[in-house]
């Protein structure tokens, strides 16, 4: 048998490959590649063409000449791989989100269940100005009517300082003191920051807010919710009426 025309083959094999069998043997195989597999541009999240029309494995930073090189690529060792780390790495991220989001809703305040209403309006009330007979100190007598309150506990009444308010209440306190108080050049004039409010809360009805000087200390308890002969506080289940008297030191 003649093996002149195969250079450096063994007996029972082929022959080595020309470069114009390596080119067909290439293009048969891109060609197949091609018939197998549709490049999509627009889907496959890791390949983009640059400005010089090449394109690149945003994955495995690698630069292709044309779709079948890139194809090609796709079905390699190292792509594979980079894959497969990808993945670990995702599912890594993703339990660290859902353990950080457990710890969020255990941590949070978003979960208490806030309440609301739909606000009737303002109740009728009514404030005087009162002296102690005894010690002449001076104070306020606040009563108001709840007749639609839903609640069954009594109003709720709070003191507030004016930082503690909204910048929209506190705009409204400082028109309530300017037209109850008419200006003047007087240089001890007291500024809005100089008052506290007194809120009295009742549902459905909206809050009532009581202007008071802050220069005056309330003679009351300094335990929260206790009551004395010059703070005290009366709520009448049948009328519907809420009373609170205080003094001032």
């Not at 594979?80 to 660290?96: A, F, S, V």
């Not at 549902?203 to 005290?232: C, H, R």
Request: hydrophobic share 35%; glycine share 4%.
């Amino acid at each position: 048998m003649d093996y002149s025309d195969r250079v450096n083959s063994k007996k029972g094999a082929g022959g080595i490959a020309s470069k114009e069998d390596a080119n067909i043997s290439t293009k048969r195989r891109v060609k197949e590649l091609l018939a197998t597999h549709v490049l999509d541009l627009d889907n496959d999240p890791y390949v983009f063409r640059n400005h010089v029309g090449l394109l690149e494995c945003k994955l495995c930073l690698t630069t292709h000449n044309n779709e079948a090189s890139y194809i090609s690529h796709l079905g390699g060792r190292k792509h594979h791989l980079n894959l497969e780390r990808r993945r670990i790495l995702d599912e890594r991220q993703r339990k660290q989100q859902q353990h950080e989001q457990k710890i969020g809703e255990q941590l949070s305040i978003s979960r208490v269940e806030k309440r609301s209403w739909k606000k009737i309006g303002q109740p009728e009330f009514k404030v005087v100005k009162i002296q102690h007979p005894e010690t002449l100190k001076l104070g306020f007598l606040v009563s108001a009517k709840f007749p639609n309150i839903v609640a069954t506990n009594e109003p709720l009444h709070r003191f507030m300082s004016y930082f503690e308010l909204s910048s929209r209440n506190q705009n409204l306190i400082a028109k309530y003191v300017a037209s109850k108080i008419p200006p003047s050049e007087d240089l001890n004039e007291k500024e809005e920051h100089e008052n506290q409010v007194l809120v009295i809360s009742a549902e459905p009805y909206e809050n009532i807010a009581i202007v008071l000087p802050n220069d005056l200390e309330i003679d009351k308890p300094q335990d929260e919710g206790t009551m004395s002969d010059t703070f005290w506080w009366f709520w009448d289940n049948d009328t519907k009426e809420y009373i609170l008297q205080l003094f001032f030191k």
